[in-house]
Structures are given as structure tokens and as C-alpha cells.
């Protein structure tokens, strides 16, 4: 029942970043799952919910880039979920996860290292690419321009930023260490097929 009340929120909170928010935080919760299985000493519970919450405030960051949505959302998080009489411990547990996911501080539970890893995995392989060029259309980045910032990544820009994720991602669980580096054969070969058909290295005509 408590599922459910959860979900219904932050499919709301969600809905205010935009309509890739929730599909990301599905995605998440199925990583975090696919993370957790097998674990021993992990309370899924916590991951789960974790999962659904994690990116709740992210929303207000469309005001103003100096905020950080892990403590935004960690705040708005303790708040609900004392409104529905979720477990105390629970709820500690769940706002740490949410607030140390954004890398402000490192994760000290296990339920935290499994949220930022679901989180950083999918900004890897295909759906990084997707995302990208998403992030790209918003900020009105041309491609031309997006394979300059996979070549020279930087912080300075959103793309920049996600390329740096993409090359130099970090993990605390080996499961997804390894996944990532299966989803991220993809991203390689496909920037370089893209600097080649700038090029029209792909396209030399024979003299
Ligand atoms: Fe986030
Ligand atoms: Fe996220």
C-alpha cells in the first residue's frame, strides 16, 4: 500500500522536471533491483524506495544550477515519508542514499552505493547516447558540437559533462562496474562513426 502512495508521489514530483523524468527513475528502480539481486545484508526496501524518490527535487534546479538536488530531494523525501508513517530507520536510510547520490558526499551504507550506481549505469551504452543528444536539443547543442564535447569533454556544459560520466564513470559495486563497461563498447564505436561521417572519412571517393 505504502508502494503505491510512493509511487503516486514522485510520478507527480517527476512530471515537473519533464517527461523523461519518470522513465529515468523506472529505469533506476529496475537497475537497482537487477543491482541488489543476490546481495546478502541489503534492505530492499530501502533501495527501492530510494530508487522511486531519488531525483524528486530535481526539478527546482531549473531555477537556479547552484542547487543540489540529492539534498533537495533528501529533504523533500524525510518530509513525505514521515507524512505516511514510513519506518524511522527506514527513513534515514532512504535520505542518505538520496542525498549522497548527487556525489556531494560518499555513500556510507550499501543501499547508497546501489542507488548511485543504478543512477550512474544509466548514463551509460545506448541510453547515454539518447541522453545526450536529449540534453543536447534542450541546451541547443548541435551534433557537430556534441562530438567536439565527447572529443574535449568538459564541466561546462551538460553534454561535456555527460561525456566525462561516459568515459570516466565511477562505481562502488563491481556488478556495475562490468555492466557498464559492456554498455559502453556501444558509445565508443558510435562516436567514432560519427566523427568519421562528419568527416566523410566513411565516403572517400576513389580518384
Ligand atoms: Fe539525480
Ligand atoms: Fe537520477
Known amino acids: 500500500m505504502q508502494k503505491v502512495v510512493i509511487e ?13 523524468g519518470w522513465p529515468h ?21 530501502v533501495v527501492e524506495v530510494s530508487a522511486l524518490l531519488h531525483d524528486i527535487g530535481k526539478y527546482m534546479e531549473k531555477e537556479s544550477n547552484a542547487l543540489d538536488h540529492g539534498r533537495i530531494s533528501a529533504e523533500m ?21 538520496i542525498r549522497v547520490h548527487t556525489h556531494g558526499e560518499e555513500p556510507h551504507s550499501l543501499e547508497a552505493k546501489l542507488l548511485h550506481d543504478a543512477d550512474m549505469l544509466d548514463k551509460m551504452g545506448a ?11 534542450l541546451v541547443g547543442t548541435t551534433i ?21 560520466w561516459l568515459q570516466k564513470p565511477h562505481f562502488y559495486t563491481k556488478t556495475a562496474g562490468n ?10 564505436a558510435f562516436f567514432k562513426q560519427l566523427e568519421k ?5 566513411d565516403a572517400q571517393v576513389k580518384a
Open 8 to 20: 503516486r508521489y514522485a510520478k507527480r514530483q517527476m512530471a515537473k522536471l519533464g517527461w523523461h
Open 25 to 45: 527513475v523506472k529505469r533506476v528502480q529496475r537497475l537497482c533491483s537487477r543491482l541488489s539481486k543476490g546481495l546478502k545484508d541489503v534492505d530492499y526496501e
Open 77 to 97: 523525501a524525510e518530509e513525505f515519508l514521515h507524512s505516511i508513517e514510513f519506518d524511522v530507520e527506514k527513513v534515514k536510510a532512504v535520505c542518505h542514499a
Open 127 to 137: 541510453v547515454g547516447i539518447a541522453t545526450i543528444f536529449i540534453k543536447a536539443c
Open 144 to 164: 557537430e558540437e556534441a562530438a567536439e564535447s565527447w572529443q574535449n569533454p568538459s564541466k561546462g556544459s551538460f553534454v561535456g559533462l555527460h561525456a566525462l
Open 179 to 188: 555492466l557498464a563497461k559492456r554498455r559502453n563498447r556501444i558509445v565508443y
Open 197 to 201: 561521417e562528419i568527416e566523410l572519412a
